[in-house]
């Protein structure tokens, strides 16, 4: 039979999830990209008003 010692001698892993800030930071990327190409669409609408108003 074997003793006691050698029933554990095996390991535990414990992994903690916090979804509060992993959904935290998803929502937080989503508005930066959102906000990155917000912002590249309106530097291109600024830069065609721009080159329109220089041909006239």
């Known amino acids: 039979?074997?003793?006691?010692?050698?029933?554990?001698?095996?390991?535990?892993?414990?992994v903690e999830v916090n979804v509060t800030k992993i959904v935290k930071y998803v929502c937080l990327t989503g508005i930066f990209i959102v906000g990155i190409i917000f912002g590249c669409n309106a530097w291109s609408e600024i830069q065609k008003g721009n080159i329109s108003r220089s041909a006239e």
Not at 1 to 14: L, P
């Open 1 to 14: 039979m074997r003793n006691q010692s050698e029933k554990t001698n095996g390991s535990c892993v414990h």
